[in-house]
């Protein structure tokens, strides 16, 4: 438990700080180091390292970004084997960047934490798109936009591929937007990240796991209207019934005017109904 707050602790103090000064791999170890008390963090960090130095050297001499591009992925996936989990997609070790880097397995979202961490190793700085339902990155500032795609082998995606991927997805009710190609900076990256961490462990039932998991969103973003709502349904489900209000009761005053106002204050009065009887 002592070690679990100080991962808890080193989490906070990265992601309170600047956007520049985030270190991403850092943080999501951090991330894991609450599920992995012993966690060697700079064992970690070194394999990272050794990644970015294998793969810096098989990188064209001469190449152009998208040639760079095709030798990262086909590295990562081919010579190094990380592989989007397909068998097992709900698996929490894909969230967790240290049981990525040992079983070579992941997520959209922790395997592109991976490769831009990889590729900032070689001197390629890459940003994080997200798609609906699947995570992406993308190198800034090209005059025409290359993609890469970190769970599927690492390939190489169009404008037009993403539109495919989210069409594909959901079947064509999910209208294609331009908002969803632009870049995620990197805390937003970890709200991913444990948005995915929660929803698994929400569905497992698994309800302190998720609430930590949303714990964690709120220090990276206090004011996420979904996740204040999402908190107060684990405290409520967890039987935390006065926390579950003050996540409501926060809810409302940060959103004075949402659309589910009154539905809200009738949850807030049903509690403390609740905790009265219970008394």
């Not at 081919?78 to 997609?89: H, L, M, R, S």
């Not at 960047?97 to 959209?108: H, I, Y």
């Amino acid at each position: 438990m002592l070690q679990q707050r100080v991962f808890r602790r080193l989490f906070t103090e990265q992601v309170r700080g600047p956007e520049e000064e985030v270190d991403l791999a850092l943080a999501a170890l951090y991330v894991a180091g609450e599920e992995y008390p012993e966690l060697d963090v700079d064992a970690c960090i070194g394999a990272l390292d050794s990644l970015g130095q294998r793969a810096s050297e098989a990188f064209p001499q001469e190449g152009d970004v998208r040639e760079r591009l095709e030798a990262l992925g086909r590295h990562l996936s081919t010579t190094e084997g990380f592989t989007g989990d397909t068998d097992a997609y709900d698996d929490p070790r894909n969230s967790y960047l240290n049981d990525v880097l040992d079983r070579k397995k992941g997520v959209p979202i922790s395997l592109s934490i991976l490769y831009k961490e990889v590729a900032a190793r070689c001197g390629l700085p890459l940003e994080g798109i997200g798609l609906p339902g699947h995570f992406i990155l993308a190198c800034p500032g090209q005059a025409e936009a290359v993609f890469l795609d970190p769970f599927h082998g690492g390939r190489l995606l169009s404008r037009a591929d993403c539109e495919e991927l989210v069409h594909t997805r959901y079947q064509g009710r999910v209208p294609f937007r331009e908002e969803y190609l632009y870049p995620y900076d990197k805390k937003q990256m970890l709200v991913r990240l444990l948005t995915n961490l929660k929803r698994i462990y929400f569905e497992a039932k698994d309800y302190p796991r998720a609430l930590s998991a949303a714990d964690r969103i709120a220090i990276i973003d206090p004011n996420l209207d979904v996740n204040i709502r999402e908190r107060a349904r684990l405290h409520y489900l967890m039987g935390q019934y006065r926390e579950a209000i003050r996540s409501l009761e926060l809810y409302l005053k940060l959103f004075p005017r949402a659309d589910d106002k009154e539905k809200v204050q009738g949850e807030i009065a049903a509690l403390w109904s609740l905790i009265a009887s219970l008394s």
